[in-house]
């Protein structure tokens, strides 16, 4: 049994059908892109496109989607061959490259969804700010590090296609990045893209 069949246990073929068509870009693979395209590619998403410039550090292991083996290997390089261990039939771009003030713009104009997972707040804001206005669904992070309070990491639906996700506070400037509260942060990111693409659907006979 291949994965698209598998995955009919829990979705319907129009549902699988509509979230294959979904052309998304991640910014930044870390521990937010890393986790989030993971869940992203266990619910059926298959089109992918993934910046990131750095490699990977043994310090990363602490919570993001990578493997002792795989230390020094480009991020977007080592993560496309994990998710391609979930579903080997995936269309992947991935890119590494950083991205600046400069090319905030450049990436992902053909894309139906953002999802920011990156690190240096300027450039979060600027490319939320730019795809935000642009039209797309775009699903930030801000605030998640430390443990503790899982419960603070909230959705807010900041505009009408814009949601951030997190405490707003809690900087990794202060406390350190932690696997359980990057991932549940990163699992709602790719949460609210399933629901924003199942619940947009038409319903079958209509």
């Not at 919570?63 to 002792?68: H, S």
């Not at 400069?102 to 804001?125: H, M, T, Y």
Request: include cysteine.
């Amino acid at each position: 049994m291949d994965f698209k069949t598998a995955l009919t246990r829990y979705l319907t073929q129009q549902q699988l059908d509509a979230i294959e068509k979904v052309q998304i870009g991640i910014a930044g693979a870390g521990g937010l892109g890393s986790n989030c395209a993971a869940a992203l590619v266990r619910c059926g998403f298959k089109k992918l496109r993934i910046i990131d410039y750095d490699c990977i550090e043994p310090s990363n292991l602490n919570r993001q989607f990578f493997f002792a083996d795989q230390i020094g290997m480009a991020k977007v390089e080592a993560l496309g061959q994990n998710l391609c261990r979930i579903n080997p039939d995936l269309e992947l771009e991935l890119i590494q490259q950083k991205i600046t003030a400069q090319n905030v713009g450049d990436w992902f104009e053909d894309r139906q969804v953002v999802l920011e997972c990156l690190d240096v707040p300027a450039i979060k804001s600027l490319l939320v700010q730019h795809y935000a206005s642009a039209g797309k669904l775009v699903v930030a992070v801000s605030g998640i590090a430390g443990w503790g309070n899982s419960d603070d990491i909230v959705v807010r639906k900041v505009g009408s296609k814009l949601f951030v996700i997190g405490d707003e506070k809690s900087g990794i400037d202060n406390m350190p990045p932690l696997a359980p509260r990057v991932a549940i942060a990163a699992a709602k990111q790719a949460d609210i893209v399933l629901a924003y693409i199942l619940g947009n659907m038409p319903q079958e006979g209509r």
